[in-house]
């Protein structure tokens, strides 16, 4: 407008008389200022300022000058403009400012009342936002009096727009899930603003319970791996790899509390079912300051409340397991979730088998069979009270008896024999976590925890090498963990939400063994031991995230704690940044942050007496420092496309301290072994570094029925031990130079079918050089070894595998069900999984491949009432 005019830092207006909403809106593009207004309040008024400087404040009074409306600044360049007091409360206190105060409630799920953590609520006019709290509650704080047009969205959900008003009574957003595909609509996604929080991956359950996953049926730590940079340890069973890291190096949490060993079937299956969680979140390396006790990973799990609406049942069998989940209101306040699984293979093949020659008869057994629990109760009082009462158990159970020849004669292997092997093991988790939430008022929420958690495994074994001689052994190891912590969620302004907490935990660790071993009728030697050790840490946080503008979001954070075991204090400082290059297309993010890790898990490398369970944690103490590493990423997500996702991220972590065997190759042939002291477990590891450093990338595509998923990882992970005269670092036991995950989708209103394929570099291995004998003269033959001067020198075949996915939904008798059919390694290639050596023969050193799986049909039926 020709009223209106900007020369450098100076605005001039001439005083011509103009339409209030047209000033306005040329004013905002001139001098790039954000002004948010109804528009109800700026129509029919004009304006005939006449201003002539450099203030933005006394610009806008100006065009104001004639109305009954002022400027309120928000943050920089940002205002909204409200009603001025009444005329009565203007004389008697003509200073007094627009009164300030928050749009504030809870974002739920429309069909079964579970509240929404990580729900984003968001301010188009304003570009700014906050995310929702473990009870699902938002508050957009220190807002002048207006109403505000309000977005909320959360990942599986379709989006929702409504008018909220300052300060008016908490409210309840209800969102609806995103429903499934069918043949006749197809439903395109909306664009949306990227509130990505930098440092964390929220995943969605109901997208993962469609990816491929061994043995065919809902997983999450399988379906994790679709994630950039996440992987299992081994081909199908093993620890989660996270950016290079260690198994031992990632914290899993339930419902607040921790889970120690977070497998079945020795680590085939996670302990974790996809359909129980209401909320999953991981944070790969960058963590907040309210986490920590880890290097690598943390995987922070909510346990669904149970539908506040109508009962529901998910009963399924699958290859491996049965399981069932009921969801259930008791009254409009109280609700519950349950849920089963076992195993039955025993069940179907039995765990006695007979076996018989010449007229002898034994008995093999093979029994195995693993089963979890999980259960919540949840209450509500109105809105500012909510408490919730959470169960986890879960246990393995072998029972194993091999009636066999040690010699291991293929031809003779398995027959009636005074020679044989029994093993009875077990292992499992138990927690029991309650936590009451209270919104004290609008601004200020408080959530406290209490939670008991244990893991204990159990181990009796039986040798009989020879009729005269017998090895018999009972071992147990024992952690538990009682915690209480305290978070608290204060909303002070528009632009800061706070979070601080307190956490204390007392830690109990357990072992014993007892074993008899009988070498002859008259020589017997007894070991019998026990060990406790118990630690006490206690931890304080604070952290903030700061919006100073509506493109930046910047969360500072400080984590100290403190740890008995040698009494060490650390501080963790934290700090993650993100930049809305365009809020609705590219986010750029960033962070770095220090991690302490107070407990060790170690494995003895030299006993027979103990293989399964003798894995222990081990606290930090004296002669023990605590592990620590510092983690630099950065990346950028975007949104070119309604249906297409893109990120890039890249990150590089170094730790300290971090304990490595000292023989790589200790053989496990000895039989008393050192017992379970912990100095000489210890002795059996030193002290290194190891340094991880990577790209990643993944794309998603998400149109109509259809879904691609891709996800590439390229990075090294390497550790060196100065203390053995590694001066150079060495490839780790699970570096991947390359990985790449692909899936094709389509779920239609019957059928449903997808095509994945895993390509990656083959694990390294260690290549000899040389082969050496020792012996002695009385000796009849010397024993062979193989010299290995260089760890991890080699590298195996690569390893490719594809999976088809087959399904089909109906319903029968008033219920839906699905049916799945999964085939694993469809091509049926054996992929190399490990090489071996054996340096004993005479003139050349033998090399055995070990093969992972054959073509595998796994299958799945599903029903839900």
């Not at 409504?162 to 899930?177: G, Y």
């Not at 061994?214 to 069973?237: H, S, T």
């Not at 390893?799 to 469809?826: C, E, K, P, S, W």
Request: charged share 25%; aromatic share 10%.
């Amino acid at each position: 407008m020709p009223w209106l005019t900007a020369q450098a830092q100076s605005i001039h207006m001439d005083g011509r008389e103009v339409e209030l909403k047209d000033a306005l809106v040329a004013f905002s593009t001139e001098h790039s200022v954000d002004l948010v207004y109804a528009e109800r309040l700026v129509a029919g008024h004009t304006t005939t300022c006449r201003y002539n400087g450099p203030s933005i404040e006394e610009a806008l009074a100006c065009l104001l000058a004639d109305t009954d409306l002022r400027a309120e600044r928000v943050r920089r360049r940002q205002y909204v403009l409200a009603p001025l007091p009444r005329r009565a409360e203007q004389s008697e206190r003509p200073s007094r400012p627009v009164p300030r105060g928050a749009v504030r409630g809870f974002v739920v799920d429309d069909e079964t009342g579970e509240v929404l953590p990580g729900a984003h609520a968001f301010l188009p006019d304003l570009k700014l936002g906050t995310t929702t709290n473990e009870a699902g509650y938002f508050a957009l704080a220190s807002l002048p009096w207006q109403t505000y047009h309000v977005r909320f969205s959360y990942l599986g959900y379709q989006p929702r727009d409504t008018l909220l008003t300052v300060d008016a009574e908490t409210v309840e957003i209800r969102l609806t899930p995103a429903s499934l595909l069918t043949d006749e609509v197809v439903v395109e996604a909306r664009r949306k603003e990227l509130m990505a929080v930098p440092g964390v991956a929220n995943v969605v359950a109901q997208q993962l319970e469609q990816l491929p996953a061994f043995p065919g049926e809902p997983d999450l730590f399988q379906a994790l791996q679709w994630l950039p940079g996440v992987r299992k340890a081994g081909e199908v069973n093993g620890g989660l790899i996270v950016r290079g890291g260690e198994p031992d190096q990632n914290l899993y949490l339930l419902d607040g509390a921790p889970v120690y060993h977070p497998w079945h079937a020795f680590s085939l299956i996670s302990t974790f079912q996809t359909e129980t969680f209401k909320d999953i979140k991981l944070y790969q390396g960058s963590f907040p300051a309210e986490h920590g006790g880890r290097l690598s990973a943390v995987l922070d799990a909510e346990m669904k409340d149970g539908t506040r609406t109508e009962e529901h049942l998910v009963a399924a069998i699958g290859a491996a397991s049965a399981r069932f989940i009921v969801e259930s209101p008791i009254n409009d306040n109280v609700s519950f979730m349950l849920s089963g699984r076992r195993s039955y293979i025993d069940k179907l093949i039995g765990t006695s088998h007979p076996v018989e020659e010449d007229g002898r008869r034994d008995t093999l057994r093979t029994g195995y069979f693993f089963y979890d629990m999980s259960a919540k109760l949840t209450a509500r009082s109105g809105y500012r009270h909510r408490f919730s009462l959470s169960y986890y158990g879960g246990r393995d159970e072998l029972d194993l008896r091999l009636p066999f020849d040690l010699s291991l004669d293929i031809e003779e292997w398995l027959r009636p024999a005074d020679l044989f092997f029994e093993i009875d093991q077990g292992w499992g988790n138990q927690l029991v976590s309650a936590r009451y939430q209270y919104l004290y008022s609008r601004r200020l929420f408080v959530t406290v925890t209490a939670y008991g958690c244990g893991y204990t495994g159990e181990e009796a074994t039986l040798i009989r090498p020879t009729t005269a001689s017998s090895v018999a052994s009972a071992y147990a190891v024992q952690l538990q963990d009682l915690g209480a912590k305290m978070d608290i969620d204060y909303y002070p302004a528009l632009e800061h939400q706070m979070r601080a907490g307190v956490q204390v935990v007392h830690r109990d660790f357990r072992s014993a063994v007892d074993a008899r071993i009988q070498r002859s009728p008259g020589a017997v030697e007894e070991l019998a031991q026990t060990s406790r050790l118990q630690a006490f840490e206690a931890v304080a946080y604070v952290q903030d995230a700061w919006q100073p503008t509506s493109r930046w979001l910047i969360q500072p954070g400080l984590r100290a704690s403190f740890f008995s075991g040698g009494t060490y204090f650390q501080l963790s400082p934290r700090l993650n940044v993100r930049y809305a290059v365009d809020p609705e297309r590219l986010v750029l993010r960033g962070g770095v942050g220090r991690q302490v890790q107070y407990l060790h898990r170690l494995r003895d490398r030299f006993s027979l007496l103990y293989d399964l369970v003798s894995s222990r944690w081990i606290p930090t103490s004296d002669t023990v420092e605590p592990s620590s590493s510092v983690q630099v990423a950065a990346g950028a997500e975007s949104y070119p496309l309604p249906w297409l996702t893109l990120a890039l991220d890249g990150y590089w972590r170094t730790s300290k301290r971090v304990l490595l065997p000292v023989d790589e190759f200790q053989s496990k042939d000895g039989l008393e072994g050192p017992g379970i002291d912990v100095g000489t477990l210890l002795g059996q590891y030193t002290p290194g570094a190891a340094r991880a450093y990577g790209v990643e990338a993944s794309a998603r595509v998400e149109r109509g029925p259809w879904q691609v998923w891709l996800s590439y990882a390229g990075g090294r992970s390497r550790n060196r031990t100065p203390l053995l005269g590694e001066t150079s670092y060495r490839p780790t036991r699970y570096d991947v130079p390359r990985a790449l995950r692909g899936a094709v989708s389509r779920n239609g209103r019957r059928w449903s079918f997808s095509i994945s394929n895993e390509w990656r570099s083959g694990f390294p291995y260690t290549v000899p050089v040389a082969r050496y004998a020792l012996g002695d003269p009385l000796d009849d033959e010397a024993t062979r070894y193989l010299y290995r001067p260089r760890i991890n020198n080699g590298r195996l075949p690569p390893y490719l595998r594809f999976d088809i996915v087959m399904g089909h939904r109906f319903r029968l008798f008033g219920a839906r069900f699905r049916t799945q059919l999964h085939l694993y390694n469809v091509t049926n290639r054996r992929n190399v999984v490990d090489r071996l050596f054996d340096p004993q023969e005479e003139e050349v050193v033998s090399v055995r491949d070990r093969h992972g799986l054959p073509l595998l049909p796994l299958f799945e039926l599903r029903m839900e009432i």
